[in-house]
T-cell receptor, first 114, second 114 residues
Framework: GNSVTQMEGPVTLSEEAFLTINCTYT??????LFWYVQYPGEGLQLLLK?????DKGSNKGFEATYRKETTSFHLEKGSVQVSDSAVYFC?????????????FGSGTQLTVLP | ETGVTQSPTHLIKTRGQQVTLRCSSQSGHNTVSWYQQALGQGPQFIFQYYREEENGRGNFPPRFSGLQFPNYSSELNVNALELDDSALYLC?????????????FGPGTRLTVT
């Protein structure tokens, strides 16, 4: 079946540090890949996406590249801010019957200190 | 453009009771998916509705059921509540038009079963 594995958290960084959150997936065919972010007490917000191999998704300084050869979609940001503190979820989207469902990783808690 | 809304925000129920959660999809979206997010975990797919019918289901028992209405809004019903049903319930809407596979999430309903 489909699955997503994220690096274990929590991750604590100082402001302006470089961020990498690793994500690997298992799926048949060519899933679409996503990163969602969840701020405390809120629902999930779509951060970025990639729908085919070698696509790079980017938004708000975050980037992730769809690597089919390594089945990975690692999230990176060159300089994190305190406001980036949140839980980050990697997810894949595949058809299950006639539905297109998201399969999520367990999330990585990021705390950025001033 | 109106985003995904959910009601109520919080709910406390007793084991064995029944609960109904509501979701209004984002304008222009015709598909609604429901997810259960236990504390500290990633969301788990419950089911998806399209054209007022369930078109995909995750690994949840039949006491989890739903409805979709002609205006694409949706309800999630849970019968015979168990303590393990305590979670954040997220609704996500999406569109079947085009090749975009993004799902947009509401803020969630926090259900506590005592």
């Amino acid at each position: 079946g489909n699955s997503v594995t994220q690096m274990e958290g929590p991750v604590t960084l100082s402001e302006e540090a470089f961020l990498t959150i690793n994500c690997t997936y298992t799926a048949t065919g060519y899933p679409s890949l996503f990163w969602y972010v969840q701020y405390p007490g809120e629902g999930l917000q779509l951060l970025l996406k990639a729908t085919k191999a070698d696509d790079k998704g980017s938004n708000k300084g975050f980037e992730a590249t769809y690597r089919k050869e390594t089945t990975s979609f690692h999230l990176e940001k060159g300089s994190v801010q305190v406001s980036d503190s949140a839980v980050y979820f990697c997810a894949l989207s595949r058809h299950s019957g006639s539905a297109r469902q998201l399969t999520f990783g367990s999330g990585t808690q990021l705390t950025v200190l001033p | 453009e109106t985003g995904v809304t959910q009601s109520p925000t919080h709910l406390i129920k007793t084991r064995g009771q029944q609960v109904t959660l509501r979701c209004s999809s984002q304008s222009g979206h015709n598909t609604v998916s429901w997810y259960q997010q236990a504390l500290g975990q990633g969301p788990q797919f419950i089911f998806q509705y399209y054209r007022e019918e369930e078109n995909g289901r995750g690994n949840f028992p039949p006491r989890f059921s739903g409805l979709q209405f002609p205006n694409y809004s949706s309800e999630l019903n849970v019968n015979a509540l168990e303590l393990d049903d305590s979670a954040l319930y997220l609704c996500a809407s999406s569109s079947t038009s085009g090749s975009s596979y993004e799902q947009y999430f509401g803020p969630g309903t926090r259900l506590t079963v005592t």
